[in-house]
C-alpha cells in the first residue's frame, strides 16, 4: 500500500506561479510519480509524470511551463507551475505507479484556481 499526500494549490493571479509537493509513503518501489489534473465538467487529463530514472513527460499544454520533478530520497514528487492561465483551473491529483503489480494510487487532490 502506498499513501499519498498532497500540498499546495489555491488561488493565484494569471500569470503567477504556484509549486504542489506530493509525498508518498509505504514499503512499495515507486516507479512512476505524476500530476492528472481534473476541470470542472472534464474528464481527468495527465500533466506530467516522472520516472524513477528521471525521465519526464508532459502535456502539450504544459510543455515550457510546468516542471515536475522528484527527490527519490523523500518519495516526494514535485510540479512546479509557472506562466499559470485561466484554463489551467483543475483539481490536480497526484499518482503513483509502484510495486511488482504496477498498481496506480492517487492523492486526495488539490484545488488550483486562477483568477483573470
Known amino acids: 500500500q502506498v499513501q499519498l499526500v498532497e500540498s499546495g494549490g489555491g488561488l493565484v493571479e494569471t500569470g503567477g506561479s504556484q509549486r504542489l509537493s506530493c509525498a508518498a509513503s509505504g514499503s512499495a518501489f515507486i516507479d512512476v510519480m505524476g500530476w492528472y489534473r481534473q476541470a470542472p465538467g472534464k474528464q481527468r487529463e495527465l500533466v506530467a509524470s516522472?520516472?524513477?530514472?528521471?525521465?519526464?513527460n508532459y502535456a502539450d499544454f504544459v510543455k515550457g511551463r510546468f516542471t515536475i520533478s522528484r527527490e527519490n530520497a523523500k518519495s516526494t514528487v514535485y510540479l512546479q507551475m509557472n506562466s499559470l492561465k485561466p484554463e489551467d483551473t483543475a483539481v490536480y491529483y497526484c499518482y503513483v505507479v509502484a510495486g511488482r503489480t504496477r498498481t496506480k494510487y492517487w492523492g486526495q487532490g488539490t484545488q488550483v484556481t486562477v483568477s483573470s
Open positions: 516522472i520516472t524513477s530514472g528521471g525521465t519526464t
